[in-house]
């Protein structure tokens, strides 16, 4: 009788509510596209349960894990370490295990950044990001760590609009200035970048529609949403009628799934088998 393997690799994620998160089913279709013998279980975990999932996990030998809703901040108290931009963001997205030592890693602002890559190189450029919670905060820190040069928050709350105002201007060597989200916004002329990273557009509100002036768009610059459900917002049909190039949240889910996998297992594996299925799944 040949000699077979029966333990597959584990990883998966911990968050509550789980059972809308299509992650799993990305992975998995990365996995079976480039025969990887790993499971990503989805899990349901109430906040007072996390600490005995980390631990389970750890216990189980799983590669690692996602975090979702609401745990980014509060795993950082079980863990051992933390990377760079985990560390600067002050939330953890994606758990790795390293030895025996599980380090807190944030791909939501590297995926942001994979995804612009396919455009543009965002050193050197000029942002205009909408939002100033977490998602914006990792693409803020994660866009001045590869070299932006100023970053101008447009935020409704002016509170946490200035705190990741601060948090650049500390941490970062990009310049970063608060807007605060009163009235209608103008973008400056000199900006290369339009980012939404509100959940203005997330379904059931597909009508949902940022307080823009859609006449400052100009045909010389990148919009881009983080919304991934629906992928085509009004905001990215609107640019793309203005002549801008676009990137959708879908670009942004899937380079953070191939960066997860490439923390877990160390294989770089295709983006487009990922893409072909979340589009599936949202029915693009
Ligand atoms: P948070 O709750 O942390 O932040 C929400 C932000 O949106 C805040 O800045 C809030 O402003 C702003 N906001 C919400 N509603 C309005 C409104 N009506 N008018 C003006 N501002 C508004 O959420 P997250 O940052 O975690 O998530 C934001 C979006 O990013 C979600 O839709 C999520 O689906 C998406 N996302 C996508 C990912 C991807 O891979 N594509 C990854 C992670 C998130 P204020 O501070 O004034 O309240």
Not at 22 to 44: K, L, Q
Not at 108 to 128: H, I, W, Y
Not at 226 to 232: E, G, L, S
């Amino acid at each position: 009788m040949p000699a077979h393997n029966f333990l597959s690799r584990l990883v998966g994620s911990f968050a509550t509510p789980a059972a809308e998160n299509p992650t799993v089913a990305m992975i998995e279709a990365a996995f079976v596209h480039h025969g990887i013998d790993a499971r990503y279980i989805n899990c349901e975990v109430a906040p007072a349960d996390l600490a005995d999932a980390v631990r389970g996990a750890k216990a189980m030998g799983w590669l690692g894990f996602n975090c979702s809703i609401p745990h980014k901040v509060a795993v950082i108290a079980h863990l051992d370490e933390l990377g760079q931009s985990a560390a600067t963001i002050g939330a953890v997205n994606c758990v790795v295990r390293r030895g025996a030592r599980l380090v807190g890693e944030n791909t939501d602002g590297k995926g942001f950044v994979e995804s612009l890559r396919t455009l543009v190189d965002p050193a050197g450029k000029k942002l205009t990001l909408f939002g100033a919670g977490g998602a914006a905060r990792a693409i803020a820190v994660e866009s001045a760590l590869a070299g932006a040069s100023a970053i101008t928050i447009v935020n409704r709350d002016p509170v946490r609009g200035g705190e990741l105002v601060a948090l650049i201007n500390e941490k970062t060597s990009a310049v970063a200035y608060l807007a605060v989200w009163e009235r209608t916004v103008t973008v400056d002329e000199d900006s290369d970048l339009i980012v939404n990273a509100t959940s203005i557009g997330l379904y059931p509100d597909v009508e949902g529609r940022l307080d823009l002036d859609m006449a400052s768009l100009r045909p010389n610059m990148i919009v881009a949403d983080v919304i991934p459900n629906p992928p085509r917002t009004l905001l990215i049909r609107e640019a793309e009628q203005r002549g801008c190039r676009t990137l959708d949240g879908l670009g942004m889910l899937v380079n953070q799934g191939v960066i997860s996998i490439k923390h877990w297992t160390g294989i770089d594996v295709e983006p487009g088998v990922m893409r072909r299925k979340v589009e599936e799944l949202f029915g693009v």
